[in-house]
């Protein structure tokens, strides 16, 4: 016996009660992406709410490479969410080694088995040795 799910339709006519137009929601949308995309003081502020990794530290470890003069604001950010991005993607990896020994703590030899199980992780091979 095959069960049925009744879904409520929406009407399409023009709701008095509802607040807005999609003209607006969308010129909403719009303003946001502008707001997020400028550049100067203002967008320094922004990169640095949505970065967790402390900006000026990546900036002046970015300039420790001789061929590394200039570092502008947008690629210290870039450099700082892919570095987040890749320390949250190992850091799971190595959880679910951490879960299989039924332990919440990540240890070393977590990290090493992500590293070595995950093709990926190749490239640091050897580097925690």
Same mark, same amino acid.
């Given at each position: 016996?095959? #069960? ?8 399409? =006519? ?8 999609? =003209? ?6 719009? !303003?946001?992406? !502008? ?36 570092? !502008? ?24 080694? #951490? ?16 590293? =070595?199980?995950?093709? =990926? ?9």
């Amino acid at each position: 016996m095959a #069960a049925t799910v009744a879904t409520p339709v929406m009407s399409t =006519e023009h709701d008095p009660d509802r607040c807005g137009s999609e =003209e607006e929601s969308r010129g909403a949308e719009v !303003s946001e992406e !502008s707001s997020q995309q400028q550049t100067g003081p203002t967008a320094a502020v922004t990169h640095s709410r949505l970065s967790k990794l402390p900006l000026a530290r990546i900036k002046a470890l970015m300039k420790t490479d001789p061929d590394v003069s200039l570092a !502008s604001q947008e690629s210290v950010f870039i450099i700082a969410k892919a570095t987040e991005l890749f320390v949250e993607m190992i850091a799971k990896d190595a959880l679910v080694y #951490a879960q299989q020994g039924k332990r919440k703590t990540l240890q070393r030899k977590d990290l090493d088995n992500a590293i =070595e199980a995950i093709d =990926e992780f190749a490239f640091l091979e050897g580097t925690l040795d």
